[in-house]
């Protein structure tokens, strides 16, 4: 208390100094962050999402590996490790559609689980991919003749990045599905 009054009594005093120009300069250097610490950063970045990406092909293959081929629509073959027509055209273009098969493979294979738990929504989401797959296969079967093979390779890696997004979205609906039916079952045996 005996403190606080003499703060009180004697504030215009406390308020008359002020910090030297220098000091709010080295405060503000110490802020700011510097280049070095940015770059270093970014590379941190870097290494970790190629560490990321080495791990999910990791575990892709091996998934693959554990799994049965069920139906489900087949892009190019993946059973090879590259598309012999394609590495003919062109083979900087045949590994990225035989990365992206690889990637489709996998979520097709996620997509197979359900088949036993909703069959009717299984056989849905089969058709919109085996409707995206037959279009990629013919553009497949049209580029050995046909004049602009860059472009038609560009839109056979669109179609297969359709492909993935869409197995994404039927992904996320049966994550949905299954959240809303544990809701629901948690609600049912709360209230009992």
Known sequence: MKLENFIRDNREEFD???????????????????KDERVLHLSFLRYTAAAAIVVLLVGMFYYMSQQKNDG?????????????LLSQVSPTYAKELYHFTQLIELKQNELKQI??????????????????DSSYQVLRADLPANPSQERLL????????????????QLDIIKQIKQTKQDSHEKDTRSL
Not at 16 to 34: A, D, F, G, I
Not at 155 to 169: E, S, T, V
Request: aromatic share 4%; hydrophobic share 30%.
């Open 16 to 34: 008359s100094e002020e910090p030297r120009p220098q000091l709010w300069n080295k405060l503000q250097e110490n802020l700011q962050p510097k």
């Open 72 to 84: 489900l629509a087949t892009t190019p073959s993946t059973k090879e490790e590259v598309d012999p």
């Open 115 to 132: 088949g036993k738990e909703n069959p009717e929504l299984y056989g849905q989401f089969v058709k919109d991919i085996q409707k995206l």
């Open 154 to 169: 560009e839109a056979m890696i669109q179609n297969l990045r359709l492909q993935a997004d869409l197995l994404n979205q």
